[in-house]
């Protein structure tokens, strides 16, 4: 199995001790990490070269910030990162392997300057387009700040006019599906779940209800999405105001904890492609 997970930490330093504990509970061979809040000098030791993974921090003192940790056992050679011409507030990094374009997005929330959301979304719908044309497979992983469709919002907390919930928003979203042939995968694998929150506001215990908003993503185009076997969130893990969220796919043979460093890539059928 490869195993991805996305992450808005609300803050690297305040999630040291979770995420350490996450990356040896989980063991993902992709991991995308959002909201970092801090410049990359300024991510904790533990986690800033943490050992066995590809390690990309972009972030700011304080606000906003993206990562990617890439196993290196999946992985050998570390890949090219980099930020796409739309990139601003450190809001997104693209890991270019030899078959995947991977990228950990976190989109702006819109509530103070709505124009410059739609504009980093045209970005991305453009950035998708141009990954397409090339033959790339994606795997775009992160907080889109959306609710792709009403019920993605529980019924409480929906009000008028809502940034995050916007025709024109959702309209955009739906634009980047189509420019890269793109899966929602939580969606995939729970098309009739109306309550697939991975968002919850820090009070009046709404995430014991599991009161919130669906905003975090993890986006494939194929064969990756035919691979995919599941995804979903892990509501109980953490502080962060999100869930992770985490997927797995059908591309390499099944492991065990005692043989984790011996595994072997599982044939797959043209449906699907084993990365290298």
């Known amino acids: ?4 997970a996305t992450w808005n930490v609300n803050g690297i330093r305040k999630r040291e001790q979770e995420l350490v ?6 063991q993902p ?3 995308a990490l959002q909201e970092i809040k801090a410049d990359p000098d300024k991510v904790p030791s533990a986690l800033a070269a943490l050992a066995g993974y590809h390690c990309y921090w972009h972030g700011n003192k304080g606000y906003s910030g993206v990562a990617l940790l890439l196993s290196e056992h999946r992985f050998a050679e570390r890949p090219a990162f980099s930020h796409p011409e739309f990139d601003h507030e450190a809001r997104i990094v693209v890991a270019e392997l030899p078959e995947w374009t991977v990228a950990s997005i976190y989109v702006p929330n819109g509530g103070k300057d709505f124009e410059a959301k739609l504009r980093f979304l045209d970005g991305l719908e453009r950035f998708v387009s141009a990954a397409r044309a090339r033959g ?4 775009l992983c992160g907080d889109l700040n959306i609710a792709r469709e009403d019920r993605d919002v529980h019924p409480s907390l929906r009000k008028p006019n809502q940034i995050g919930r916007t025709p024109e928003e959702q309209s955009q979203f739906a634009r980047m599906l189509d420019a890269g042939s793109l899966t929602d995968l939580s969606r995939k694998f729970a098309p009739d779940d109306d309550r697939l929150f991975s968002w919850w506001a820090p009070w009046r215990n709404l995430r014991e209800k599991n009161v919130g908003w669906r905003i975090d993503y ?3 185009s194929e064969p990756l ?3 995919a076997v599941s995804c979903a969130v ?5 502080k962060s105001d999100h869930g992770p969220l985490i997927a797995q796919f059908q591309l390499f ?3 065990n904890q005692d043989d984790s460093l011996t595994r072997t890539p599982l044939t797959v059928d043209s449906a699907t492609t084993a990365v290298p």
Do not use: S
């Open 136 to 139: 790339r497979q994606l795997l």
């Open 1 to 4: 199995m490869l195993k991805v």
């Open 225 to 227: 999405t035919a691979a």
């Open 234 to 238: 892990q509501r109980d893990f953490g």
């Open 29 to 31: 061979d992709v991991l």
């Open 218 to 220: 993890i986006l494939t």
């Open 21 to 26: 504990d996450f990356v040896a509970r989980e």
């Open 253 to 255: 043979g099944p492991t």
